[in-house]
């Protein structure tokens, strides 16, 4: 489970502050509700599920959210219901096997020549699909010293090039740590690349701000930013300018979805997603089958769906603008594709 606390620190002073709109973010369903003015009646178990993992809902986020409406599909993805407390077979606290892959604190290792960091067990925003909801984040939050052993282990492994900072969010960890273990790692010869996968920018744009470019553009290497949007009304004015501003400092974007049920589970939402992408600077990469976490069954969209839903986007859209379907599972060397063909075709 996310930790509660994200550090607040000092940066560059512009304005919006991102640790203020950080501070602000909501931390109560009924505020929520109050806020975007549905009748608190429609809360529906909130107040059970708050209590097993807490809502977090920033207040440039809400603000994309459409009053009056209990079917915003932003709405949605963070609003805490009963229906997470129910037990679902299928449905697990560590879907994807992480302890399994969890040497030393702070580093998760499934795949060749790349490896996680834990960077910050905390999030601005609380997503109730996470499949890191019952992630054992009090184990991996590792000291200033233990990151040295994390260090250690890139150094040991020369198939090891590409570093990805995950959490939690990454980007909730502050500059001066962030600086600080990038150069660290930069010092590996190895290591060629650095992948950030975030959603921060998205909830808080200002949260790309001098500070977080410096240390991004201050580094021998690639860096990549994959951010995490499910919907095309999640990204407004300020998530552009956050995208336009990165691209301009030569980071790549790259965009992962998840797959939901009454958020994102049509055609026209999933075209309207890429095409707002791409206008974004930012290119459809994958969009995953829903990792089967408990508290999150109510998102789950059958198979038959997925690939009805696949064939209309490649219908419907250039071969660049359809991301890659696929899924996680356990122990598996890579990601799974999804669906290129019907079963049983050639
Ligand atoms: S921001 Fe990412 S890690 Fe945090 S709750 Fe949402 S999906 Fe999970």
Redesign the pocket.
Known sequence: M?ADIIPHTSIDGHQPCWQDELAATIRDPAVLLARLEIAPAQLDGAAVAQQAWSIRAPLPYVARMKKGDINDPLLKQILPLGAEMQSVPGFSNDPLAEEDANPIPGVVHKYHGRVLFIISPA?????R?????HFAYEDNTPGKGQWQAALDYLRQDESISEVIYS???PLAANDNFLLWITQQIATIPHIKRLRIHT?LPLVIPSRIDQSCLHWLTATRLKVVMVW?INHANEIDQAVMAAAQKLKQHGIELLNQSVLLKQVNDSVPTLVALSERLWDTGILPYYIHRLDKVAGAAHFHISDQKIRRLQQGLMETLPGYLVPRFVCEQPGARSKTALFLSEPGAP
């Open positions: 996310t999030c601005a925003i609380h997503c699909y996470c499949f890191r909801r959490g939690g969010d959603r995490h």
